[in-house]
């Protein structure tokens, strides 16, 4: 069980040429950790056989449904409640939360197969050679897409290799309709891109396109962000249809180029680019730059492609402080992503912790799901965050 592909997904955040910026934090806001109530009472149980995962991103379906995406979850038998118990390890699941006014958030855990000796991934590609991770996704009408990273076994790696896989490319899966329950959905997966491109780390439907936030690996720790877009009627078949932003402000047909905008100059694997009404601003929640990261950051723009302004620490992740107690210094955080539709004019954040060792991550039931912060939204933007020196799309 490779637990640690976060690592591999990370490591090049910071070993690239990116300059890892220092911490600032974000001005006249309440102090760091400050948290807030959770009104939804919105939190992942270990029930159903769920016993951990990462990732989580989330898709609004009604105005009290959400689908969660998850990547490589710990499944057992719905009695059980230790990793230790667990029949395997799922390359991926999803999850239902029904969220009422005035009751707490439920949720139900998906998986394939989960009565087998071993159960099988939501998004499943029949092998244990090569899985899906996914990435975010976008709902139109009653058809959901999800943008799912392909990665394989590396040739001549053995199975205690925590680095032995490597991104295939992009894949998407369509749902006909999602509002039915995950137990009769039918995903359908085609190509999107190699492993040169990662579209999809983030996604969003703005005016008649939908955005998708996309990683460019220019090889082993380098890279950066850069924006491609699909006009919304056409989601169904992206690869005929992509468009990307160039560094001229221009979009232009195609997948991403040399000339491609440098959104961010970090190639970010996990992050959530969504639109705060309230505060005119779109704001972009990753972890922070460096590796391992003890903090959230949030970058502000006036547009959903930028200019962003510098990251700005927003919170400190308390498994990573070393008073804190229960600290370990093998214990990492990751996996930022913000959830709009569960608060309003205030920041829901996600965020996960593991482990460097594998069997801590299994024996600690304290780490290794997502957790969930209620925070206070700015109340001025930092002087960082006015437009860099780039020019604005067109």
């Known amino acids: 069980m490779k637990l ?52 989580a991103y989330s898709i609004p379906l009604t105005q009290t449904e959400s689908v969660w995406l998850f ?23 999803v999850g239902i939360s029904t969220c009422k006014p005035d009751k707490n958030c439920t949720i ?3 998986w394939q197969k989960r009565d087998d000796p071993k159960p099988r991934s939501f998004f499943d590609t029949g ?22 990273l392909a990665v394989r076994n590396k040739p001549g790696a053995g199975p205690n290799d925590a680095f032995g896989f490597e991104i295939a490319g992009t894949k998407l899966a369509t749902v006909k309709n999602a509002l039915i329950s995950p137990e009769r959905w039918h995903p359908v997966v085609q190509d999107l891109t190699d492993s040169h491109l990662w579209p999809g780390v983030s996604m969003i439907a703005d005016g008649k396109y939908v955005i998708w936030y996309t990683q460019v690996s220019a090889g082993e720790g380098h890279g950066f962000m850069t924006a491609m877009r699909v006009p ?34 970090q190639p970010i694997s ?35 492609v930028g200019p962003w302004s510098n990251p700005q620490t927003i919170y400190e992740f308390p498994e990573m402080k070393h008073d804190a107690p229960g600290y370990d210094k093998d214990t990492f955080c990751y996996a930022v992503k913000e959830h709009t539709e569960f608060t309003g004019a205030q920041i829901t954040l996600t965020y996960a912790c593991n482990s460097m060792v594998l069997a801590k991550t ?12 209620i925070l206070e939204l700015p109340r001025e933007i930092p002087a960082s965050a006015a437009a860099r020196e780039v020019p604005p799309p067109r």
Do not use: C
């Open 270 to 304: 996990e992050m959530s680019v969504r639109y705060h009404p309230s505060m005119r601003k779109w704001l972009a929640l990753s972890a922070g730059p460096e590796f391992p990261s003890p903090r959230a950051v949030v970058r502000f723009a006036d547009s959903p």
């Open 127 to 148: 092998s244990d050679d090569v899985w899906y991770w996914p990435l975010d996704g976008v709902l139109q009408g009653k058809t959901l897409y999800v943008s799912l």
């Open 108 to 110: 139900r855990y998906f």
């Open 362 to 373: 299994i024996a600690n039931m304290n780490i290794y799901r997502p957790q969930v912060v």
């Open 232 to 265: 919304r009627g056409k989601m169904s078949k992206p690869a005929k249809h992509w468009e990307y932003l160039k560094k001229d402000g221009q979009w232009a047909k195609g997948l991403a180029g040399a000339d491609a905008m440098h959104v961010i100059e």
């Open 4 to 55: 640690l592909r976060t690592l591999a997904l990370l490591l090049p955040i910071v070993s690239g040429s990116s300059p890892v910026l220092p911490a600032q934090t974000v001005p006249d806001s309440p102090a760091l950790n400050s948290t807030l109530p959770n009104p939804a009472g919105l939190e992942f149980p270990y029930a159903q056989g769920w016993l951990g995962a990462d990732d």
């Open 71 to 93: 990547g490589d979850t710990f499944v057992a038998n719905k009695e059980t409640r230790l990793r230790s118990e667990a029949k395997t390890m799922a390359r991926n699941s």
